[in-house]
């Protein structure tokens, strides 16, 4: 196929996070009126290349042609006028406004020039229109809060056809869409199709792929891995081709025989997962695998008693707890290292003093009244132990490194004396050299005895951490692997 | 969908049921209360915090917040009336005073809108510099005017077609604005902002064009208001727009415009003020004392923003039952 022929294509982009670089020189050609699939684990780099795409980040390096043509500067502004929109998956629309006053948003039709007066009646009648094109038989004055997320996901797809997309980027469109509503959007997508737009279309369920997509592009660590027509892409293949990293030997672990079991979990369920059943014993590393948005976060943070959980019931030191809270998990010796480190894991306007004690209040001041010495003292430790490495414990935690950052939060929970440990994505956000020095702060607490679980979308390293994997998909445990047994692909495909 | 849509007509049906009720209770406790006179009396007090509460709307509408618009009408009423009493005629004079406001909620606009600066501290700064140079200017006199167009204006007797002049000019701003808000694109950026900055952002729409003109309509509104109530006493001091800021956030909030903003509107507002203005009329009239007022006041404000929570909490509740079908 020539190059002329695509609509949509992107050569050798490139783009970087502080240092690091999540996407590498990136090819990618979208035809017109074709449906492409866009799949990865999490982090492979779809998202940054799609908002690379439709303007919201700057490219480093690359080129971006559309019809052919060079774009020189690539804005959300510039993106719209060549027709390239976005669904996100957190929609952005307006709750309180009509369906089509969130259709015509920032584009509202004009009565009057001088007094830039709105045209109600033909915003209206025109959103009826482009609604009726889509099958939706529903008054364009309706409240977008009012309506069901399939209803608003319509919605969004309205908005796109509004601004006459060719080019229509689909973000996990059915991650919370029913069986039935998904019928519909593939309707929709069918008869998009038919107009000759183009579509990108990310999932992580490949059976859906199967049936909607024309061909499918797989990413990887920010590498654009192939590009397959689906036909020549078979579920297993795309699998293996999905994973694939290294595993290298920068863990060290070392295995012990498990003690006594810490948590035991037992038909946990809330409304954003169900039935849950795990343990976690002294002396393991335990890991919950799946994609972003399988409920891992969810369960966590129930057996830590920051979120509800409506059934079942959670065993911590061998007591039964149908109901918990922060202030009885920390009692017990329960940590959580939250993913989001600087706004649930430290205050990062505090000092490393004050956050290493910031659990352990009660039990270093006794009496009430706070003691420097103590304090002092009791970071100092920490900050040895850790290797947090600054000048001083004076230091506000906003300033330090996240890695630094990370160990300041265990610090925090080892100096509250805890047993259990709950790490969540322990190594996000943290560059090479650190992540191995968390890896070892790791080995070394299981060898002391604690008991961790730990939630990771980095394969290599749950593989290369874990005693038992446990896999989620959908807000339920789908696999239960050793470690002798687990694979990346035998992970990943009882993940999607 | 249905249920909501009923809670919703609830949500301004109460207010008004609740401004009735309030009407029928004064006119039986308080002789006089429904008399023509008290009637004018009522909608006259209503216009001033209603001017000022307008401007508050649109501010809070962007989720943002307004605290300087009691001082700018303070150091509106002494510039203005400071040029009256030195001979300046009154359309300089009025002029030089809305400028005041002008530049104010350009100030407060930049601030906010372009250096992003917290809406609260900026506004509580510009409060107190409001205040302060109003007491600078008059040295904490009383600035006497003696003007008779200023007069002209405020005083009892200057009615038009039945009806005192404050209240045409509330009525005209109130209209006006009324229009801008819901027909006009301007007026539809605002919600849009207030909603979802990100949302508005990514739809290509500049927002801090948003913030620094509700907030010039806000100063402006208020050194009207600032204008109108030197013209009542014909002077002017540095304290008369004391406490007007919370009125009007009051006003708004009860009027069902959330601090959150995207929502809400200038029809609440005008059933908020005539709300809080009944009942600082009525409760004059039973004998209560000011003191006690604000009590009253207090607790009918708490009243009002807990039945909003409460609506609201049962809002996302069924958002998230939807989510789990």
Request: net charge neutral; glycine share 10%; charged share 25%.
């Amino acid at each position: 196929m020539q190059e002329k022929d695509y609509i949509l294509e992107v050569k050798n982009i490139c783009k970087s996070f502080y240092g690091v670089e999540v996407l590498h020189n990136v090819d990618l050609g979208i035809r017109p009126g074709e449906v492409h699939a866009l799949v990865g684990e999490n982090g492979a780099g779809k998202s940054t290349l799609m908002k690379i795409i439709s303007g919201v980040l700057d490219k480093d390096k690359g080129e971006i042609l559309f019809e052919g043509k060079p774009v020189e500067r690539m804005d959300v502004n510039r993106a719209q006028d060549l027709g390239i929109s976005i669904i996100h998956q957190e929609f952005n629309l307006l709750p309180y406004r009509t369906i089509a006053q969130n259709i015509f948003l920032g584009r509202e039709p004009v009565k009057n020039k001088i007094l830039r007066t709105i045209d109600d009646d033909e915003m209206n009648r025109r959103s009826k229109e482009l609604l009726g094109f889509l099958g939706m038989e529903i008054d364009p004055r309706t409240r977008v809060g009012n309506l069901g997320i399939a209803q608003q996901q319509m919605v969004e797809v309205t908005k796109a056809i509004a601004v006459d997309s060719k080019v229509m980027i689909m973000d996990e469109p059915t991650a919370t869409l029913t069986k039935k509503e998904i019928d519909m959007l593939f309707e929709t997508i069918r008869k998009l199709k038919s107009q000759g737009v183009s579509i990108i279309y990310i999932s992580h369920r490949l059976e859906e792929i199967k049936e909607i997509a024309d061909r499918v592009s797989v990413l990887r660590d920010g590498y654009l891995i192939e590009t397959l027509n689906i036909e020549d892409a078979p579920q297993d293949l795309i699998i293996k081709l999905m994973v694939g990293r290294e595993i290298t030997n920068q863990y060290n672990r070392e295995y012990f025989t498990p003690g006594e079991e810490i948590l035991r979990v037992e038909n946990l369920s809330s409304y954003r997962f169900n039935n849950i059943n795990l343990s976690v014993r002294r002396n393991e590393i335990v890991g919950i695998s799946g994609l972003v948005g399988a409920g891992r976060t969810e369960v966590v943070k129930s057996i830590f008693g920051y979120d509800k959980f409506e059934k079942g019931s959670v065993y911590l030191f061998g007591k039964k707890y149908n109901r918990l809270n922060t202030r009885l998990t920390t009692g017990l010796g329960v940590g959580l290292i939250p993913e989001d480190r600087k706004t649930e894991g430290v205050i990062v306007t505090k000092p490393i003093r004050e956050n290493i004690v910031h659990a352990s209040l009660r039990k270093l001041f006794k009496r009430g009244l706070l003691d420097k010495e103590v304090e002092t003292r009791v970071a100092e430790e920490y900050r040895e132990k850790l290797n947090i490495v600054t000048n001083s414990i004076n230091k506000l935690v906003q300033f330090l490194s996240g890695g630094n950052q990370q160990k300041v939060v265990v610090g925090k929970w080892l100096c509250a004396e805890c047993d259990l440990l709950l790490f969540d994505e322990p190594t996000r956000g943290i560059d090479v050299g650190a992540r191995e020095e968390i890896y070892e702060i790791m080995n070394e607490l299981a060898k002391e005895g604690k008991a961790i679980l730990m939630i990771s979308s980095d394969m290599p390293e749950l593989l290369g951490l874990c005693d038992r994997i446990y896999v989620m998909k959908d807000g339920k445990i789908t696999a239960e692997f050793q470690k002798e047994e687990a694979t990346q692909e035998k992970i990943l495909a009882h993940s999607i | 969908m249905k249920k909501t849509k009923l809670l919703k007509g609830k949500e301004g049906l109460g207010l008004l049921v609740g401004i009735i009720v309030l009407f029928i209770f004064m006119s039986i406790f308080a002789d006089n209360f429904l008399s023509l006179y008290n009637m004018h009396n009522l909608l006259k007090d209503t216009s001033i915090l209603l001017i000022v509460a307008v401007g508050m709307t649109l501010v809070i509408l962007v989720a943002r917040i307004d605290m300087s618009v009691g001082s700018t009408m303070s150091l509106t009423a002494i510039v203005t009336t400071i040029l009256l009493r030195d001979g300046t005629h009154i359309v300089p004079a009025i002029i030089a005073g809305i400028l005041c406001g002008v530049l104010i909620g350009l100030l407060n606009g930049y601030l906010v809108g372009v250096q992003k600066l917290n809406h609260w501290v900026t506004t509580f700064a510009t409060l107190s510099l409001g205040k302060g140079l109003a007491l600078v200017i008059c040295d904490g006199q009383i600035i006497n005017a003696n003007s008779d167009h200023l007069k002209a204006i405020g005083h009892n007797s200057s009615v038009f077609l039945g009806l005192h002049v404050f209240i045409w000019i509330a009525a005209a701003i109130f209209v006006f604005m009324l229009y801008v808000l819901n027909k006009t694109k301007f007026g539809y950026k605002l919600y849009s902002v207030g909603g979802s900055e990100q949302t508005a952002t990514l739809a290509g729409m500049k927002t801090s064009t948003s913030y620094i003109s509700v907030y010039i309509i806000s100063g402006v509104l208020a050194s009207i208001a600032g204008i109108l109530l030197a013209s009542k006493a014909n002077n002017g001091n540095a304290t008369i727009g004391d406490g007007y800021e919370f009125n009007a956030i009051a006003t708004v909030l009860i009027g069902g415009t959330p601090f959150a903003g995207g929502r809400g509107g200038l029809t609440g507002t005008l059933l908020g003020a005539v709300l809080i203005s009944t009942l600082k009329n009525g409760l004059r009239f039973i004998g209560i004392t000011p003191s006690l007022q604000f009590v009253i006041i207090g607790v009918v404000i708490l009243i009002v923003i807990i039945v909003d929570v409460v609506f609201n909490e049962r809002r996302k509740l069924e958002e998230i039952r939807r989510v789990e079908q």
